[in-house]
């Protein structure tokens, strides 16, 4: 299983970023799909999951209505729209799985909104 996220970078407040997650190594359209993010000093906190067939997803409170995630099963990839930014929203950003009970993390990539 290899998850390999790309899309991050430097962003004023009030911008916009997408992510996305290239997944391989699995059948990935079986398999729900998670963001989460890790801010320095902080602990890894779950952002958004979407179920395998992209018909249900879920946030966390804090990205409600600015963040939304999405799947295009045939490209095998995750995706994050980010928007409405704000220096909250620093972080690593990964993407993860578990497959056969085991879990996935890609090696993340760096956010960072300036005020």
């Known amino acids: 299983v290899q998850l390999v996220e790309s899309g991050g970078g430097l962003v004023q407040s009030g911008g916009s970023l997408r992510l996305s997650c290239a997944a391989s190594?699995?059948?990935?359209?079986?398999?729900?799909m998670s963001w989460y993010r890790q801010a320095p000093g902080k602990e890894r906190e779950l952002v958004a999951s979407?179920?395998?067939?992209?018909?249900?997803?879920n946030y966390a409170d804090s990205v409600k209505g600015r963040f939304t995630t999405s799947r295009d099963n045939a490209k095998n990839t995750v995706y994050l729209q980010m928007n409405s930014l704000n220096p909250e929203d620093t972080a690593v950003y990964y993407c993860?799985?578990?497959?056969?009970?085991?879990?996935?993390w890609g090696q993340g990539t760096q956010v960072t909104v300036s005020s």
């Open positions: 993860n799985t578990y497959v056969s009970r085991h879990g996935y």
């Open positions: 190594g699995f059948t990935f359209s079986r398999y729900a």
């Open positions: 979407i179920a395998s067939a992209g018909d249900s997803r």
